[in-house]
């Protein structure tokens, strides 16, 4: 009897939302057959292990950089699910180049592997981009949406590649793909994550967390038949919705209760990182119910994943903890070591001067724990937003490209996925589907990807003001 299920290739299984959705889809294998791909390194992987003895999947050796591999991955794949690739913070201590091989030319073997499968028209590809795109959405501007300017903080090459390979995958010309970008996601290891990067994430800032379970469902989701054509060829923000919108230091308070004893309030950069509130989340959970815990939730079961030690030792030794925290702060990448090494640049990047940080209170007690607006407040995206992609006329086009500083030199509207012509406001002219840049919130290739660009570009685009006027105040 042949298998009629629908083949599944998954890449990132063994991180932390590959490994939810190989748990969730292999629930669901009497409709979905599962192909892994796996690097040959991580043969001892424990998910690796545990797909093998329990048949779980079959297991593609190669990586993302290896078109050989892919196109062995994607051959006969109904539903291809780009999860993999190197992510912050281990890929920040890497080599750039090393970085855009794997996020980027992965993102294009795996596209040009369909066209060479010629099923450019069936193929389903669904790539996982980030938050980390829009970047830095302190208050009052915290609310963000899908359309919204990518603005890439300063030193993030990690979102530069997620961006890039974003754009590959929404040009790509095949017929169904979906870029959904992943929030800050709960799981369970994250105690065990004691990195500077800690120090980069503002204490006033927020984030509209989803967890890892419900990620996993989400991507065992998107390969059902329940999905409607209106999801592809689109960009989604995924986020736990109104139960799931914490405020960072609510979240430090959830995760470590003994915050006050163990962390003080000038470790932490007060800018330049990312993280929003999702005014549109529930859009995507209306075309493909995925929710199932929330970051409260969440915080209720974690302590249950944690050894003991690493639950009682902050509370028995809050100083020795503090101590040791202190000294990750004083690593390079630590916001102390900033000031240890009169680091200017970051010192500008993450607090904007010495002085502003010299101004943040020493003790909680004089610290203000902001809590911002929940009332969503949408940013101007300098066209019609109640026509859709087949509506779009010249004169949005025209519109949103003037609204960007630049201007649109196409004549007529035509596809939404069929690129154009534009040039921005320092003068290079590129070509861009009006969906990746009105939908995705995309624009000049060449500025978009370089922060030093950006005051600048704010001078001359109201549409990126939005986003970057207030923060550099």
């Known amino acids: 009897m042949s298998d009629t299920r629908k083949t599944v290739f998954l890449t990132g299984a063994t991180g932390n939302m590959g490994r939810e959705a190989v748990k969730r889809i292999a629930e669901r294998s009497a409709d979905l057959r599962l192909r892994v791909l796996v690097r040959p390194e991580e043969r001892d992987h424990p998910v690796v292990r545990d797909i093998q003895r329990r048949a779980l999947a079959e297991v593609v050796w190669g990586d993302l950089t290896d078109p050989a591999s892919i196109r062995q991955g994607v051959a006969g794949a ?30 294009r073997n ?42 890439i903080s300063t030193y993030d090459h990690y979102a530069v590649t997620k961006t890039q390979a974003e754009a590959v995958i929404a040009e790509s010309g095949i017929r169904h793909w979906v870029s959904v970008r992943q929030s800050g996601m709960a799981h369970y290891d994250l105690w065990r994550l004691f990195d500077p990067i800690m120090f980069h994430n503002p204490l006033n800032g927020v984030f509209e967390w989803s967890t890892a379970n419900d990620s996993g469902r989400l991507m065992a989701a998107v390969c059902g038949d329940a999905v409607p054509d209106a999801f592809w060829r689109g960009f989604y923000n995924i986020g736990g919705g109104a139960t799931s919108r914490v405020v960072n230091h609510e979240f430090m308070a959830g995760t470590m209760p003994t915050y006050r004893k163990v962390l003080r309030p000038h470790w932490f950069a007060t800018r330049n990182f990312h993280g929003q509130w999702y005014a549109d989340s529930d859009k995507l959970e209306a075309l493909v119910p995925f929710r199932e815990q929330s970051i409260h939730d969440y915080l ?7 050894p003991w030690i690493a639950r009682v030792v902050p509370k028995l030794l809050p100083g020795a903890v503090r101590k040791r925290i202190e000294g990750l702060a004083k690593a390079p990448d630590g916001s102390l070591h900033w000031f240890d090494t009169d680091d200017q640049p970051h010192i500008r990047a993450y607090f904007g001067s010495r002085a502003a940080w010299e101004a943040i209170p020493r003790d909680w007690a004089h610290f203000t724990l902001d809590q911002p607006s929940r009332q969503p407040v949408l940013l101007d995206h300098g066209y019609d937003e109640a026509r859709g992609p087949g509506e779009w006329t010249a004169a949005d086009l025209a519109g949103a490209a003037a609204f960007r500083g630049g201007a649109c030199h196409a004549t007529e509207s035509g596809d939404p996925d069929t690129p154009v012509e534009w040039s921005c406001a320092h003068g290079h002219r590129f070509a861009m589907t009006p969906n990746l840049m009105l939908a995705g919130g995309h624009w000049c290739p060449t500025c978009m990807i370089d922060p030093a660009t950006y005051p600048a570009t704010a001078e001359r685009s109201p549409y990126f003001a939005q986003v970057w006027t207030q923060e550099r105040e």
């Open 110 to 151: 795996i596209v040009d592997a369909i066209k060479a499968e010629g099923t450019a028209a069936t193929t389903r590809l669904v790539y996982i981009g980030t938050v980390a795109q829009t970047g830095s959405r302190n208050a009052p501007i915290h609310w963000g949406r899908t359309g919204d300017p990518i603005k």
């Open 78 to 107: 109904d539903v291809v699910l780009h999860v993999g690739g190197l992510v912050s913070p281990a890929c920040d201590r890497m080599p750039p180049e090393v970085v855009t091989r794997v996020n980027v030319g992965g993102a």
């Open 300 to 306: 209720a079961e974690a302590p249950r994943h944690m």
